[in-house]
């Protein structure tokens, strides 16, 4: 054998075995549920943003948080009004890439809009991105309330005055 086809030999396996460990890895991740330490942290700033409000609205609010993989891959989370009931959905995948980020920054974001919800604001301008979003988004302690973030991250089923 000669010398060359030896290392393209090798190569190749040290290729085959570095796909193999990785799609597994990315299985793993999908197939499972999200870790206790981040269901924790999840939790923790889930208490935070509702004392917040109950601070700043004098509300109690107990919005379901889903964990998802199975909305849009280009969206973070989504807040749905359906029927009368309001949920965040965070997207499960993106929790691979940035946790902090999900939690920090997307789920005050959802918040702000499940809160609009609940104000009975069901507007579609800008994506539900206003002024008044983004009031209730940086009142609620968001990091990033940006209004022009070019998605549409709002589902609305079924409201109460259609
Ligand atoms: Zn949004």
Redesign the pocket.
């Given at each position: 054998m000669n010398k060359l086809f030896k290392i393209f030999s090798i190569l190749t396996v040290l290729s085959i075995v570095l796909l193999v460990a990785v799609t597994t890895n990315s299985n793993n991740f999908k197939n499972n549920p999200l870790s206790n330490k981040i269901i924790e942290k999840i939790e923790k700033k889930n208490n935070i943003i509702k004392q917040t409000i109950n601070r700043r609205y004098a509300i109690d609010v107990d919005i379901p948080i889903k964990i998802e993989d199975k909305i849009k891959d280009n969206l973070f989370?989504m807040?749905t009004y359906r029927d009368g009931k309001i949920e965040i959905i965070l997207n499960k995948n993106r929790f691979q890439e940035n946790e902090n980020y999900m939690i920090d920054y997307v789920l005050p974001?959802?918040y702000?809009?499940a809160l609009m919800f609940h104000f009975k604001n069901f507007t579609k301008q800008n994506?539900?991105?206003t002024k008044k979003?983004q009031q209730i988004c940086l009142n609620i302690g968001g990091l990033k309330c940006d209004r022009f973030?070019g998605?549409?991250?709002?589902l609305m089923e079924k409201l109460p005055f259609y």
């Open positions: 989370g807040a974001h959802e702000a809009h994506g539900g991105h979003w973030v998605h549409n991250d709002i």
